[in-house]
């Protein structure tokens, strides 16, 4: 075989999706800022929620949200996506956590990187019981503004009754250790 | 060292240095040239590579995008399953560019939590074909890359490549081995691939929906196949579960939907793109979904449900075994004796026996499930394609068939018998009861161990559900008689005698299992040969023959019988695993145990030997180029064809599997950069004379006979 290199029948369907694809993947890496996002943020870590506050998305029904509602409140912020493979056993885990701790004052508030319909879809058929909006760029902006140095996901934030950021993880969490940080927080 | 004589040397000194700077120069701008620079992101790095120092007049260029992976961490497929994204490229602001076309390596399918993804983990090169606005001169590349990078997080990676090919001859460059690798892991499309889609079907059950796809491969066997499906509208699916038929020719793979279809609708009538890969071998195949008949989950589950059947009539019809039916009788006879026990209480005994079969038939599945998964820890999957398997079940089936025909018998020690036996002995409650079923189950052993034993042949080629199913089968086909008199005692007046009839039926089943080994032996020619098919029949016949000449000739010593029966056994087993290397394997391994005996590719001595008058057949290949095995398979190694290349050729053979730039010179000479090459040179073709990709013997012989020139006894 010479090198001959020949399209594979690319249906309808993969020019959808690779269309798909190609605005969601276009969207996240020019808010990530591209090859030149740095670490460097890392060396200071925010511990101020304030960009939370001010931020606001649509649910699912089309309709914005603001989050002054939390203030006051043990949060976690989610930050998602459903092409991201690792975030399918987080979020699993974030619905025990919330199925567990939402009577104990725990709110979870998903927000996801993706578009409407993708989001609508997974929520139904994962049965999702906590608050989820989904954005584009400004979702990406808020995670950064929350300390999300690397711009990946799944990016986790724990926001404490006194509105600071108690904890954050970057990439998929080890078992019970987002438990862990809220426990003392609900105790308190 | 005179005044001169030092002059002159570092003369020679400064020349050679400024040689070797020069060189090095050289080698740099072709290396530029060749694949652009790297651009380095915290996890991921990838530069833009051609596989040809100029355009030349291509009308494609080859191309491609260089990936390195973090350790661990993978990118995606073009539908990436349940998660993940695509790349995608934008060649914004290239200049004489045309079009540029994504190609992708066959991809790993990685399962994590039930859901699916399909990529590349660590590294890969993506081969993209660049056609240029105007031919021959040069092309600038600048491709925007955007790739999602996961392992325990994902995170959307940008790059920005950049590669000139310059105007000039398009010579293979350092990049051509590895863009040609990893174009011969592109799926090969449709009927090129040599596998035919005869069948895709849309399924429905119980508001479960699956995919199921027939594919047929005429020439080789199939050893681990896995399909991937895209479907427009999309739909997303599970792992196949795959059933091998035709002797490992045909793959009948059955896709579960694991996504929500709108309700009223199926699969029938939507575009399918096929990916189907099976080691090594990957080909891409487009076709229509037709409306499926009949219950869901069809050919699997109606297959499962016949084994089911099987395994079921196989367990009642043990009953009338020699050694099985007596143990029947004596519990009958015990129902007889205790005549004023009241109904319930026979009902419940007779249950505890069924229950003691059942029981120790699942012992026997559960044993051989751990025996499977061990085996499969380390690495010893069984396989139906496997000949030495085959072969060990042919040899295991016909001395059952020996054992039926009553050239030898299997005797349990007298004491397990004894014991046995005793068991049966009275009233013996729920638990006692319960022993009776799992001894008489012991006791059937040495009438019932052919059938058991081919069972358990045949389940462990199966998945673990199989070998429940099958032994669970057997055990209740076993215990119904048990199970009829505990429901209808009356039962009890219909079940046959003991008589010499018994004797008849055990002779007319060992036929039916010398039946089964002969069917068994009829799938081997498609992996060793039929000659060597022929000597493993040949093998077992004499070993059959050795057990039987002391039955039939008392006077024959039954001890050497045996012995050499043995002998026989394992010599019918041993020969399929000695021809492993050079056949079983399929395609991996042929080119070492060929019957050629190839010389090292060396191209001054083509010009040397074909002045002496001599005929050179030249064969550049790769272990990772999949159309060269399969055209040593089809054509080189075959009889007809290595004989000729033997008898009037000297073979040559250039191994491309590592970088080689003899060999890249070589195949530029011919104008391409990449393989399979083949080349005839004898005195009447001293050029050479170039074969087609795909050879075929007709081609091969032609080119032999023409490149030997009129001599026609060139060797």
């Not at chain 2, 059947?309 to 019809?317: D, E, H, K, Q, S």
């Not at chain 2, 007298?414 to 079923?437: P, R, T």
């Not at chain 2, 060992?510 to 029949?537: C, D, H």
């Not at chain 2, 012995?563 to 010599?571: C, E, I, S, T």
């Amino acid at each position: 075989m010479s090198v001959s290199l020949k399209t594979p029948a690319a249906d309808c369907s993969h020019r959808k999706r690779t269309a798909a694809a190609a605005v969601m993947i276009i969207m996240v890496a020019l808010i990530s800022g591209g090859p030149g996002s740095s670490r460097a943020e890392d060396a200071k870590p925010t511990s101020d929620a304030s960009a939370l506050w001010s931020a606001s998305f649509k649910d699912l029904t089309g309709t914005m949200q603001k989050f002054e509602g939390l203030k006051g409140k043990i949060a976690v912020v989610y930050f998602w996506a459903t092409w991201c493979e690792p975030c399918v056993k987080e979020g699993a885990e974030l619905k025990a956590l919330y199925e567990k701790n939402h009577d104990k004052g725990l709110e979870v508030l998903g927000v996801a990187m993706d578009n409407a319909d993708k989001v609508k879809d997974f929520v139904a058929k994962n049965g999702l019981p906590y608050q989820i909006v989904y954005g584009g760029r400004e979702a990406i902006q808020l995670s950064k503004d929350l300390g999300n140095s690397v711009g990946g996901i799944p990016f986790l934030v724990v926001i404490g009754r006194d509105g600071k950021i108690a904890d954050r993880i970057i990439g998929e969490s080890k078992e019970g250790r987002v438990q862990g940080i809220i426990t003392p927080l609900l105790g308190g | 060292m005179t005044g001169r004589n030092l002059t002159s040397l570092i003369a020679s000194a400064i020349s050679l240095a400024l040689a070797a700077l020069f060189a090095l120069f050289a080698s740099n701008v072709s290396a530029q040239a060749a694949a652009g620079e790297w651009q380095k992101l915290e996890f991921v790095e990838a530069r833009l590579v051609s596989a040809v120092e100029g355009t030349g007049q291509l009308a494609e260029v080859p191309a491609g995008i260089e990936l390195r992976l973090k350790e661990g961490w993978k990118t995606y497929w073009r539908s990436p399953g349940d998660a993940g994204l695509p790349p995608v490229l934008d060649w914004t602001g290239s200049a004489n560019l045309k079009a540029a076309v994504l190609s992708y390596p066959r991809p790993h399918r990685f399962t994590l939590f039930n859901s699916q993804t399909f990529g590349y983990k660590d590294y890969v090169v993506f081969p993209v074909g660049v056609t240029t606005v105007e031919p021959g001169r040069a092309v600038d590349l600048k491709a925007k890359v955007d790739v999602l990078v996961c392992e325990k997080i994902c995170v959307p990676q940008s790059l920005d490549l950049a590669l000139s090919i310059p105007a000039g001859g398009a010579e293979p460059g350092p990049q051509a081995q590895l863009l040609n690798q990893f174009q011969s892991q592109v799926p090969v499309a449709g009927a090129a691939s040599g596998l035919e889609v005869s069948q895709v079907t849309a399924r429905e059950s119980n508001g479960k929906h699956a995919l199921e796809v027939s594919v047929v491969h005429k020439d080789e066997v199939f050893t681990a196949p896995d399909i991937l499906a895209e479907v427009d509208p999309a739909a997303a699916f599970g792992p196949p579960s795959v059933s091998l038929a035709e002797g490992g020719h045909k793959a009948i793979f059955t896709l579960p939907v694991t996504s929500d279809l709108p309700p009223g609708t199926s699969l029938a009538g939507r575009a399918v793109t096929l990916t189907l890969i099976d080691g090594e071998h990957a080909s891409e195949h487009t076709a229509k979904i037709l409306a499926g008949s009949g219950p869901g989950l069809g050919h699997s589950l109606s297959l499962n449900a016949l084994m089911f059947a099987f395994a079921l009539l196989g367990g009642l019809v043990l009953n009338l075994m020699p050694c099985v039916l007596p143990v029947l009788s004596l519990k009958l006879m015990s129902l007889v004796d205790h005549g004023d026990a009241p109904p319930s209480r026979v009902r419940v005994n007779f249950l505890a026996t069924a229950a003691g079969i059942v029981f120790s038939l699942m012992l026997i599945a559960a044993a051989l499930i751990g025996l499977k998964s061990a085996g499969l820890a380390v690495g010893w999957g069984i396989q139906f394609q496997q000949p030495v398997f085959i072969a060990a079940i042919a040899v295991i089936v016909a001395l059952f068939a020996c054992n039926m025909w009553g050239f030898f018998e299997i005797i349990l020690p007298s004491s397990l018998s004894n014991f046995a036996g005793s068991a049966g002995d009275g009233d013996s409650g729920i638990i006692g009861n319960f022993v009776i079923g799992a001894f008489a189950t012991l006791l059937a052993t040495p009438c019932s161990a052919p059938f058991v034993g081919t069972a358990v042949g045949f389940a462990l080629a199966g998945g673990t559900p199989q070998i429940l199913m099958i032994f669970f089968a057997l055990g209740v086909g076993l215990a119904l008689p048990y199970l009829a008199i505990a429901a209808f005692p009356s039962v009890a007046r219909y079940i046959p005698k003991p008589g010499m009839w018994m004797v008849r039926l055990r002779q007319v089943l060992g036929l039916a299992l010398a039946g089964t080994a002969v069917w068994l032996l009829s799938i081997l020619p498609n992996q060793i040969g039929l000659n060597a098919t022929i000597a493993v029949a040949g093998l077992i016949g004499a070993m059959v023959v050795a057990l039987a000449v002391h039955t039939l000739s008392p006077k024959f010593p039954q001890f050497t019988g045996r012995a050499a029966a043995a002998l026989l056994a394992v010599a019918a087993i041993a020969l399929p695993l000695g021809l492993k290397s050079s056949h079983t394997s399929e395609l991996a391994g042929i080119e070492e145990h060929g019957k050629i005996a190839w010389t090292n590719f060396d191209r001054d001595r083509i010009k040397s030997l074909v002045s002496q008058g001599k005929t050179v057949f030249v064969d550049v290949t790769a272990d990772w180029c999949v159309v060269c095995k399969s055209n040593k398979k089809l054509v080189i190694n075959t009889d007809t064809v290595s004989q000729r290349i033997g008898a009037a050729a000297v073979p040559m053979k250039a191994d491309w599997t590592s970088p080689d730039a003899k060999i890249s010179t070589f195949l530029s000479s011919f104008g391409r950069y990449g393989i399979p090459l083949n080349v005839v040179y004898g005195p009447g073709a001293p050029a050479g004379i170039l074969l087609p990709e795909l050879l075929t013997k007709d081609a091969v012989l032609n080119a032999i006979d023409k490149a030997s020139g009129a001599s026609k006894s060139p060797s």
